[in-house]
């Protein structure tokens, strides 16, 4: 833990030096240094926090809160029923001709671009086309459908792979200074963040900054909106709205929402906002006061710097299924530990990007991919042992109203409790919070 705080501290310019004690075991133990991840990625944002609000009081860190909250989507209820996403029959490993591939297809669209491939969503005939064909064939072809796949390697040949090196260039994150300004002094309490995330990763950042009291605004397209069952979790204490960039009105709502925003927070893969002008160069261009972070897959320099990821097809690619299992039998990390642990580490650099602001002022940039942390997690040192039993979560999780019934949550590990449960279209109206002592 002490060493990726290190290393948050070295790449945002931002002292992490508030002690911290960890109580009890996560339980996540295996050949990686998982648990040093995920510990030190939620340690960074919450002394990242105490830089901002001037407490230097030693910080208390519950290993087995901090494990359910890595795997918050197994425990999340609706009036009692759990309601987390798992994985769909075709995201899972397929034997192929000379190995494995991974596929995603938890999403529609992605089931249709592997169907497109493989000639149908049977599992039972994907399982017969897919031993006909290379991995390495299949990854390309379904990514070129428009899918989301991965051939497993090992590390060894990650490394040596085009994207691999790409990666291997990159810190583990980056922030920088990318326009001129005044110093601002935005509060955390009632900081106005403009969500535009997918799936886990993102979504797990702004969940973060909304436990530390952010208005969090998350907003989704009218197209491809993502699931609703996932956003109960990964979308508690924030409004979520629906508006579409390709229309004149709603990106004019979009260009007032950014004006008087402080953060925006990016999850969508490199190109896609582009188009809208919302990508960060343009937003540092226009709104010069904003600190951006974005968040992808596979970082965003490198052949696939454009490609769809998730945390499952990192594993697959990185290596980390192989060492998780073997290149015969690839197995997967005890949480989907990428993900969580970029979205932490997503909103430590938020709160270290604020706190460079108020001193040096001016707009800030930071990036941040599941692919580099793969490569943190890979190059850590090892200390193999023996994965724990997952911690009871009923002195961990706190129950909210909603529209939708009462939902269950794993709380926020460190920080304080969230006010409100994901608040879902339409309920949400796409316009700020008054701000505290302010009537806008």
Known sequence: MTALLGD??????????????????????????????????????????????GDPSPLRLDAAHVALAVRSERFVRLDGRPVGLGFAPLSRFWRTADGWLRLHGNYPHHRAAAASVLGSEDVAAVAAAAVGRTAEELETAVVAAGGAAAAVRTPEAWAASP??????????????????????????????VLDLTRVIAGPVATRVLASHGADVLRMDGPRLPDLREGLIDTGVGKRHVVLDLAGARDRAMVEELLSAADVVVQGYRPGALEAFGLDPAALAQRHPHLVVVRLSAWGTSGPWADRRGFDSLVQAATGIATT???????????????????GYLAAATVLAALVRQRGEGGGWYGELSLAQTARWLLAAPQDPSAPGPVPDPEPYLQTLASTDGSVTVVAPPGSPAWTTAAVLPPEAAPEWLPRAGSAS
Do not use: F, K, N
Not at 10 to 27: H, M, N
Not at 175 to 189: I, M, Q, T
Not at 324 to 342: C, I, K, N, R
């Open 8 to 53: 948050v501290a070295a790449a945002t310019g931002v002292p992490l030096d508030v002690p911290v004690a960890v109580v009890g075991d996560t339980g996540l133990g295996g050949p990686l240094a998982v648990p040093e991840l995920v510990l030190g990625a939620v340690a960074a944002q919450l002394v990242a926090a105490r830089s901002l609000t």
């Open 163 to 192: 994207q691999g090196r790409a990666v291997a260039g990159l810190p583990l994150l980056d922030l920088r200074r990318v326009s001129d300004g005044a110093p601002r002094r935005p509060e955390l309490r009632g900081l106005r």
């Open 324 to 342: 998780y299992g073997s290149p015969e039998e690839p197995g997967v990390l005890p949480a989907q530990a990428l993900d969580h642990a970029t």
